[in-house]
């Protein structure tokens, strides 16, 4: 993921020292009920799509403009999925962060799923039953994402 200029800015004066960050995960489902996901440039590995939001920017405007700049892909938040504060993580930098993440349910609705930017190796969508290897927080997400009833954090496995 692309360090956005504004944390640059702030770790300028900060040094690698904890920052809280907002950040969102968009899960997109097409009207096949396939999900869209992306093999990050940095890692190798399939993820579910997100970002950082800007300064000011709302977080489901975010979770759009994420999700069509990775992949072109255009979607509609339909809703909140899940709001959870995520473990601390120290990047290889030595740069600490610790993300509020809002994962959204997001309905696709215009664009040909393709590499958008340096962030993506592939794109691509996925019957949920056919999910290439994915992580735990990813497969959370997902699952939630599909269920109809509120999500509840369970503190015994924070992710």
Known sequence: MATP???RELRASAGQQ?????GVTALVFDDAGRVLLGRRSDTGKWSVIGGI?????QPAACAVREVEEETAVRCVVERVVLVQALTPVTYANGDMCQYMDITFRCRAVGGEARVN???SLDVGWF????LPDLNEFAMHRIKQALSEGPTWFDPANPL
């Open 5 to 7: 200029d504004f944390i």
């Open 53 to 57: 939001p800007e300064p000011g920017e």
């Open 18 to 22: 904890l920052l809280w960050l907002p």
């Open 117 to 119: 930017d340096d962030e």
């Open 127 to 130: 019957e949920v039953d056919a």
